[in-house]
Antibody, heavy 122, light 106 residues
Framework: EVQLVQSRAEVKKPGESLKIACEAS????????ILWVRQVPGQGLEWMGV????????RYSPSFQGQVTISVDKSTNSAFLQWNSLNASHTAVYYC???????????????WGQGTLVTVSS | DIQMTQSPSTLSASVGDRVAITCRAS??????LNWYQQRPGTAPKLLIY???TLQSGVPARFSGSGSGAEYTLTISSLQPEDFATYYC?????????FGQGTKVEI
């Protein structure tokens, strides 16, 4: 079974750093791009960026470029989303998702991880 | 970047109704349009990709149509588990983008 399992919820203070994880299983991790999506409570989905685990080719939305870092660790079949300095506007649920069809970035993303709630508060 | 606009923002319906949600893009997408369902408190789920192809395991009451810059998700007979929020997503170019969502409520 293809699964993406995300790290637990985090509560951080402004200015702190954070790295959240998305561990994949049930398929060849190298062959499918991973997407990260932000969802502020009560709001819609925002496309943050995608990464190819095979060569770490990464594409960011201009809205998130420079604000976050997306990476992978092939040895653990994991993708990561990282912030160097958090602030209250980063409070949201973050989802990872796998490219639905191998080699086809246009065919959507499925399945999705369960989401990681990040709360930034002093 | 491509802007995506869904209508309506909220849709009130009853079990058994036929409902349609529209997604308009700021430019042509050549059918690179996907639909997702998100039930409260859960992750989104891919329903349809390439405008009209049903993702494996998705009930046949869901269908997608459209071309150019305008696309439609239709649910032929609304079931209790279909009350959720639906999002379109353009995959024509990177960065990709989602519509603002359509909430289907009782």
């Amino acid at each position: 079974e293809v699964q993406l399992v995300q790290s637990r919820a985090e509560v951080k203070k402004p200015g702190e750093s954070l790295k959240i994880a998305c561990e994949a299983s049930g398929y060849n991790f190298l062959n499918f791009w991973i997407l990260w999506v932000r969802q502020v409570p009560g709001q819609g989905l925002e496309w943050m960026g995608v990464i190819s685990p095979r060569d770490s080719d990464t594409r960011y939305s201009p809205s998130f470029q420079g604000q976050v870092t997306i990476s992978v660790d092939k040895s653990t079949n994991s993708a990561f989303l990282q912030w160097n300095s958090l602030n209250a506007s980063h409070t949201a649920v973050y989802y990872c998702a796998r490219q639905a069809i191998q080699y086809d970035l246009t065919a959507g993303f499925d399945p999705w991880g369960q989401g990681t709630l990040v709360t930034v508060s002093s | 970047d491509i802007q995506m606009t869904q209508s309506p923002s909220t849709l009130s319906a009853s079990v058994g109704d036929r409902v349609a949600i529209t997604c308009r893009a700021s430019q042509t997408l050549t059918n690179h349009l996907n639909w997702y369902q998100q039930r409260p408190g859960t992750a989104p789920k891919l329903l349809i990709y390439a405008a009209s192809t049903l993702q494996s395991g998705v009930p046949a009451r869901f269908s997608g149509s459209g071309s150019g810059a305008e696309y439609t998700l239709t649910i032929s007979s609304l079931q209790p588990e279909d009350f959720a929020t639906y999002y379109c997503q353009q995959s024509y170019s990177v960065p990709s983008s989602f519509g603002q969502g359509t909430k289907v409520e009782i």
